[in-house]
């Protein structure tokens, strides 16, 4: 073979820049530096231990198998007893598809539903596997703006402006990464009834759902008339402190369940049997350390925005949800690229650039909170001595 020819798809699929990221930081600790993570979203907490247990004794008992290609069909009902009661509209469990994470998700409603020329609307600064998948799929990207103006909400007159002809998804995230953001539910209703208006199917990620702080998280699949266009995304990732788990899901309109079943047997064939074992006991078992996470997270929150504020050259609002700030720095002179690299290569602090999450975020920085308070303390006086000499460098 003279070479390999790669498929010309391949040039327009992106990437999610936190794991470059973390392992720029990788190697710099193994260099001897000290390096503060606060790149990644994952809860640093460990699996509960009763569901860690229900996974050791799944083994045993021989969950070591093939599954069903949806999910066992205990877990499906256990999510959708759990879905019914937290989202605000009743769940089937013949509707539930538990997959190995939750980007599978994401992908297959892109390839089952986007033809090419489709416009997909997705937030900016939003997770970049949305605009990735839609256009992978070979749709055209249609970017909404969500300001730090509007408390990381979208101006909804500006929503309806961008719906054309052609747009045939919008993906919604509430509460939000990278800005922890929350939509109200006013806006929730309004974006319900444009997606009625203009025929949109809406893919719903609500991944972060149980991590909120102040007023609450509605589910658009709850809107009467809403379920039936509506992509439910939602997992364990987040909420149980299960990332390596890969375990998510979706609740789905009927006439996407032979796609997605289709799509599944020929990806990823089942997701592993003894995790969804562990699985069932997340939803049905005890919820107190859950709990206890959120309540931590919102301590931290709290430290965090404090101790950004108190940092001339960076504003920071008091986000509502999950466990992200996204400060705005542009009075340092620098972007978020630039102040990213100088971070952690100056001060041994690892943060995403706000560009990392679309373009509306170039004056910003994303900082994961899923650190200890210590650690965070220490980063925040990290920060503080590289920015303030460039904000009295500006005079």
């Known amino acids: 073979m003279r070479g390999m020819r790669i498929a010309a798809r391949m040039d327009v699929i992106g990437t999610e820049t936190a794991f470059e990221a973390a392992a720029r930081a990788r190697a710099l600790e193994a ?27 799944a083994l045993d008992d021989g969950f070591t198998h093939y599954g069903p290609y949806f999910g066992l069909p205990k877990l499906r009902e256990a999510i959708a007893a759990d879905a019914s009661a937290r989202k605000g509209f009743p769940v089937l469990a013949d509707h539930v598809v538990v997959t190995p ?6 992908y297959y409603a892109m390839i089952a539903l986007i033809e090419p020329g489709d416009e997909v609307i997705v937030p900016d600064p939003g997770y970049p596997i949305y605009g990735s998948m839609a256009g992978f799929a070979g749709g055209t990207v249609v970017p909404l703006p969500i300001r730090q103006e509007l408390e990381f909400r979208a101006d909804l007159d500006e929503l309806e402006s961008l719906v054309t002809k052609k747009t045939r998804m919008l993906v919604l995230n509430s509460p939000a990464n990278p800005t922890g953001g929350l939509f109200t539910r006013g806006d929730i209703v309004r974006i319900a009834e444009l997606a009625l208006r203009h025929d949109l199917v809406v893919l719903a990620d ?13 589910s658009i699949a709850s809107i009467p008339g809403m379920a039936e266009r509506t992509i439910v995304l939602d997992g364990f ?26 799509l599944i047997i020929n990806s990823i064939s089942c997701t592993s049997t003894f995790s969804q074992i562990a699985a069932i006991e997340a939803l049905n078992g005890p919820q ?37 700030v996204f400060p705005e720095i542009s009075a340092t002179g620098l972007d978020g690229a ?6 952690l290569n100056e001060a041994g602090v690892c943060v995403l650039a706000g560009s990392a999450f ?3 975020g170039s004056n910003h920085i994303r900082i994961s909170y899923a650190n ?11 920060i503080r001595n590289v920015v303030e000499p460039l904000v009295a460098a500006r005079g």
């Open 31 to 57: 260099t001897g530096r000290s390096v503060i993570h606060l790149e990644i979203g994952e809860p640093d907490f460990d699996t509960p231990a009763n569901i860690r247990e229900a996974a050791k004794r």
């Open 237 to 262: 990732s987040k909420t149980y402190a299960m990332t390596g788990w890969r375990l998510g899901y979706a609740i789905l309109p009927d006439t996407l369940l032979y796609p997605y079943s289709r």
């Open 206 to 218: 609500e991944i972060y759902g149980r991590i909120v702080y102040e007023g609450e998280h509605v």
């Open 338 to 343: 630039e102040l990213a690299d100088r971070l």
């Open 288 to 324: 107190d350390e859950i709990d206890a996470m959120v309540k931590e997270f919102r301590a931290r929150r709290d430290l965090v925005v404090d101790g950004l504020n108190a940092i001339p050259g960076i504003t920071c609002i008091q986000p509502h949800a999950a466990f992200y």
């Open 101 to 106: 994470g939750a980007k599978p998700i994401m």
């Open 358 to 360: 679309g373009e509306v």
């Open 372 to 382: 200890s308070r210590p650690n965070l303390s220490e980063a925040l006086g990290r």
